[in-house]
Structure formats: structure tokens, C-alpha cells
């Protein structure tokens, strides 16, 4: 009954810029925080950025200066911009959305950004 539809991946050379979204659809409220993972060939899912439902923002050290997050509550959609991208931004990038009603975190099926030299 929640579903989270990510879109925004795709191929770019490094250098550019890839801007993420992810809509929650369904019967939720309340959502608390909405945020980005991603996971790389090899490597554990990471937290990139997520920001509070009062806009506060967290982001990776990796992430910071680069990429940035923000939501709009009335679509229950949360953006992650990301700039300057390099070969290592490449994977798979998973939203997450933590939210009271119903209680528990959701996940999106994951969207693939590539990165190349």
C-alpha cells in the first residue's frame, strides 16, 4: 500500500550532474525523514544524504559540496541533486522514506547511476 517510485538514473560522463527523485505514493503521513543510500559492486549500502521533515539536512563527507537534498511535502517527493559527479558516485541508489503512519521504512527499488571517466 506504500510504494516509492524512484527515477533519475541513467549514464553520465564525470563531471556532470544526475538529479534523483522519489515519490511516495499510497496511504502514508507523517512522514518523519526521506533520504538516498546507495550501494556499490562490492561494497555495503551507505547513507548519502537525507533530510528531516523540518529540513534539516545530513549528508556523506563524500557527498558534501556536491550533492544536495530537498523535498517537496505536498508531493511526498524527495530530490537529490548531484553535481561534479566521479566514477566512484556509481550505484545503485535506493530511496528510503521513514514515516509514523504507517509506522516503518521504506524502500525503493533502486535506480542506477554510472559514472564514466
Known amino acids: 500500500q506504500v510504494q516509492l517510485v524512484e527515477s533519475g538514473g541513467g549514464l553520465v560522463q564525470a563531471g556532470g550532474s544526475l538529479r534523483l527523485s522519489c515519490a511516495a505514493s499510497g496511504f502514508i503521513s507523517s512522514i518523519n525523514v526521506m533520504g538516498w543510500y546507495r550501494q556499490a559492486p562490492g561494497k555495503q549500502r551507505e547513507l548519502v544524504a537525507d533530510i528531516t521533515n523540518g529540513g534539516i539536512t545530513n549528508y556523506a563527507d563524500s557527498a558534501k559540496g556536491r550533492f544536495a537534498i530537498f523535498r517537496d511535502n505536498a508531493k511526498n517527493t524527495v530530490y537529490l541533486q548531484m553535481n561534479s559527479l566521479k566514477p566512484e558516485d556509481t550505484a545503485v541508489y535506493f530511496c528510503?522514506?521513514?514515516?509514523?503512519?504507517?509506522?516503518?521504512?521504506?524502500w525503493g527499488q533502486g535506480t542506477q547511476v554510472t559514472v564514466s571517466s
Open positions: 528510503n522514506v521513514r514515516a509514523r503512519i504507517p509506522a516503518g521504512n521504506y
